[in-house]
């Protein structure tokens, strides 16, 4: 190889001839681009790719803090080791406390389903009967097309103080 072969760039013309011919050194993708060019290319990725990231820690932290179960679309989930009927009071112990009136009440496949409305929210609940003493209760507050993971969160914490202290 000659001292000018080795100057050409990647893509160079070879033959000033008729005919044009390309010598293309093999390298693909971000192995052409300079160390320098590839590092502010990775900081961007690296910015813009931990996006999602804060949304999970705080799912994360917040469900292992109170030992509620989040879903990323604003469900609660609680199981607790008491009855239905048991779970079923201490929830109308903590929406009393709440000032949160239950407008409907319906049976469900092993289990109850209550709906309530407060401030523009509608919370659902719904408490299903794995055993005879374990209970799921499922939590959602609804505010138009948003979830409201807080409320519904509220709703279960207040729950298990309530089968806590009776």
């Known amino acids: 190889m000659t001292s000018t072969e080795s100057n050409t760039p990647d893509f160079a013309v070879t033959d000033p001839g008729a005919k044009v011919r390309l010598k293309y050194s093999g390298r693909a993708g971000l192995a052409g681009i300079g ?12 910015v813009t790719l931990t996006g999602c990231d804060p949304v ?5 932290g917040v469900g292992a803090a109170t030992g ?5 679309i604003g469900i609660t989930y609680r199981t607790f080791t008491a009855p239905l009927a048991r779970v079923r009071s201490a929830v109308n112990t903590a929406l ?3 000032a949160i009136e239950v407008y409907a009440e319906e049976n469900i496949e092993n289990g109850k389903r209550l709906k309530a409305r407060v401030s ?3 919370i659902e609940i719904e408490l ?3 055993t005879p003493r374990t209970t799921r209760m499922r939590s959602t507050a609804r505010n138009g097309p948003f979830m409201d993971s807080a409320t519904a969160t ?3 914490i207040q729950t298990e103080k309530a089968l806590a202290g009776g």
């Open 68 to 72: 509620v179960q989040h879903t990323l």
């Open 35 to 46: 160390a320098f060019a590839r590092l502010p290319l990775c900081a961007l990725l690296v």
């Open 154 to 156: 509220e709703i279960i």
């Open 96 to 98: 009393g406390q709440m």
């Open 56 to 60: 999970s820690l705080t799912v994360f």
């Open 120 to 122: 523009g929210r509608d």
């Open 128 to 130: 299903e009967a794995l």
